[in-house]
């Protein structure tokens, strides 16, 4: 007989699906099949927390009678916080209720809750304070907001949350009340706050915030810069699908893969599959051969070469840029560096890796240049994926990660560009000499084989 304990870890495995499994599209059968229970047990569950209490009630009538949109979130060790901000587009125009993908996408922000780390494992404080920040940079006003906190997430004295939920579980229940959001421009919203959502989850749950670019919301249907395309966000869970394959010995290099084994693997339509690849092989991620499927081909060393190369080349401009950045753009990239030493005393190398990924695109953003910073993102993730294709786990050193990006932020912060110019070669220089000795030591090990 299952206990209750082992019922309530059941409903956080369901309720969590979304953040966590490889599908992007948790549909019941999905869930069921990730979690290893019944579809009704999915179903009902959904239900249970789909049913608001009396302290949800009050947020319904408050959502009734205005139109409000998440403009932020945050969730920290002792709680979340959701920001509703009215939408500047009238009602008749956008008549509130979510899409059914949009209402998938509110439960699993409010799952993050329910994943959030214990206070151990990173300091309480900070996430609340990078919250009001940027939304006070963005010009959001909260004094007509709705704020909605669930646990002990700290509040500025001059904010008045409308409801404080303590209990992650009822925090569950705000779905039944946030299904009345307009779908427009709410659902732009929400599909980047749940691609971020995921990659925090990966990324070791770190703090997290996130709040909407108001200088790119002026309009109806204006894109915002930094919110992930529909299929953007496929394409970077179709990347991880293939390179955990490639890893994992599923798929192998040069072998098709077609889009109707990505398509079931991801809960994707096969349509949306095929935009996603599309966009990875105008990077040069992947090759599609044809229609139906495509192939992660090996790489020769002058692929590899040429990659590095380019990444040496372009990251020695924006480096040198990077020297005239903003205190705040400073202190997002020191934020990465610290959150890399943790790694560091914890030796979590998948950690450090996605934490060195993230200190060289914030250090590339901070530059203040346009075009690079996308263009050194996309380097480094064939850079990732050709180390995939090769059959190696990536398993370089933490501690020199954090020496390597150490170098580079003291000689930046002391404005010596020399220095940082030097520091950023030899990075990329150990990077490749680290491929070259794996690819080596896989060339021996399949000729042996054979």
Request: hydrophobic fraction near 45%; charge should be neutral.
């Amino acid at each position: 007989m299952t206990s209750a304990r082992d019922r309530a870890e059941l409903k956080r495995a369901v309720l969590t699906a979304p953040i966590w499994m490889q599908a992007t599209k948790s549909s019941s059968r999905q869930v069921t099949e990730a979690v290893g229970v019944s579809q009704s047990f999915v179903v009902r569950t959904w239900r249970e927390f789909s049913v608001p209490d009396d302290s949800v009630v009050p947020i319904s009538a408050l959502l009734r009678d205005r139109h409000m949109v998440p403009v932020g979130f945050a969730v920290g060790p002792t709680g979340s916080c959701l920001v509703l901000n009215p939408v500047r587009f009238a009602r008749i125009r956008y008549p509130a209720g979510l899409s059914t993908t949009s209402r998938r996408r509110v439960r699993a922000m409010l799952a993050a809750d329910l994943l959030r780390s214990s206070p151990r494992d990173h300091e309480a404080g900070g996430q609340d304070r990078q919250l009001w920040a940027s939304l006070a940079s963005n010009g959001y006003a909260l004094d007509q907001a709705i704020i909605l906190v669930s646990g002990e997430f700290p509040v500025p004295p001059e904010v008045e949350p409308a409801v404080r939920i303590p209990d992650a579980w009822q925090w569950q229940r705000l779905a039944a009340a946030l299904d009345m959001l307009p779908e427009v421009p709410a659902g732009e919203h929400l599909a980047d706050l749940e691609w971020r959502i995921r990659r925090w989850y990966h990324g070791g749950r770190p703090p997290f915030s996130w709040s909407v670019d108001r200088k790119n919301t002026a309009a109806p249907g204006a894109r915002l810069m930094d919110v992930a395309e529909p299929w953007n966000a496929l394409a970077e869970d179709i990347l991880a699908v293939i390179r955990q394959g490639l890893v994992d010995g599923t798929f192998s290099g040069e072998s098709e893969i077609s889009l109707g084994q990505l398509s079931r693997l991801l809960g994707a339509t096969i349509r949306e599959v095929r935009s996603a690849i599309r966009a990875l092989t105008d990077d040069g991620l992947i090759t599609a051969t044809r229609s139906d499927s495509v192939v992660v081909r090996v790489p020769t060393w002058d692929d590899v070469s040429e990659t590095y190369m380019a990444r040496r080349a372009l990251g020695t401009i924006a480096v040198r840029a990077a020297s005239r950045w903003s205190p705040a753009a400073r202190s997002r990239v020191k934020k990465h560096l610290e959150d890399l030493e943790e790694s560091v005393r914890q030796n979590d190398v998948v950690r450090a890796h996605h934490l060195d990924m993230d200190f060289q695109i914030t250090l590339f953003e901070s530059s203040g240049l346009n075009r690079i910073p996308a263009m050194m993102e996309t380097l480094t993730k064939q850079a990732f994926m050709h180390f995939a294709v090769l059959g190696a786990r990536y398993a370089f050193s933490p501690k020199k990660i954090l020496e390597q990006n150490t170098a580079i932020f003291e000689a930046i912060d002391a404005a010596d560009l020399r220095a940082a110019t030097m520091s950023w070669h030899s990075k990329m220089e150990d990077g490749l000499n680290y491929i070259a000795l794996n690819k080596s030591v896989l060339n021996q090990q399949r000729a042996v084989q054979q």
